[in-house]
């Protein structure tokens, strides 16, 4: 499973870095003077950019998804940046690099959120649950004749909250004042 992600990603850096490239070319060809690349042709730094920059993007991407580069990489795909020897060359490839690998992780970050929306907006059904049938020929007691009648007071009042005490009660010492007749 991990290789067919990494095999997918590397398959995007390649893919982004063909789509993009270009737009990055015409600053490194402005800047190979006093470099290893000054010495070579625009369709061999075109190639050597290309492959690294692939590479770059491809690892970038690898490890940001959480994946082990080791498992992918060797140190012979980035063989390359030894002919990126200035600040100007290194810098040139180190902007389309990020560039590009930005842009690849916006989109397999979108695609991952559409996925998880789409995942937390799927109807989920349960089965039906199915009334028991053990209990069916048990009679319950709530439902006898005598709890289904009314209850209810009929004399319209409410009933005296108070205890019911006698005169004599009332008349005790322990008794400090008598309540109010009525």
Same mark, same amino acid.
């Given at each position: ?21 270009? %737009?990055?070319? *015409?600053?490194?060809? %402005? ?8 010495? /070579? ?7 050597? &950019? ?13 490890? +940001? ?11 012979? %795909? ?12 290194? #810098? ?12 690849? /992780?916006?989109?397999? *970050?979108?695609?991952?959120? #559409? ?22 020929? +048990? ?6 004749? &005598?709890?289904?009648? #009314? ?6 009042? /409410? *009933? ?11 008349? *005790? ?10």
């Amino acid at each position: 499973e991990s290789t067919d992600l990494a095999s997918a990603l590397m398959e995007t850096a390649k893919n982004a870095v063909e789509d993009n490239l270009q %737009d990055y070319f *015409s600053q490194l060809k %402005d800047c190979t003077k006093d470099s290893f690349l000054e010495e /070579l042709d625009d369709f061999n730094i075109e190639v050597i &950019y290309r492959r690294l920059a692939a590479n770059s993007v491809a690892f970038m991407l690898i490890s +940001r998804c959480g994946l082990d580069t080791n498992e992918f990489f060797d140190r012979e %795909d980035f063989a390359d940046i030894v002919n990126f020897n200035t600040p100007a060359t290194i #810098n040139a490839i180190g902007v389309a690099t990020s560039d590009i690998a930005e842009m690849a /992780l916006r989109e397999i *970050s979108q695609s991952v959120r #559409n996925v998880q929306m789409a995942e937390k907006d799927q109807n989920r059904t349960f089965a039906q649950r199915t009334q028991a049938q053990y209990d069916k020929g +048990r009679q319950q007691p709530e439902r006898s004749e &005598y709890n289904e009648r #009314n209850h209810l007071q009929q004399t319209g009042g /409410l *009933s005296y909250s108070r205890p019911n005490i006698t005169d004599r009660a009332r008349a *005790s010492a322990w008794q400090v004042r008598f309540d109010a007749q009525g």
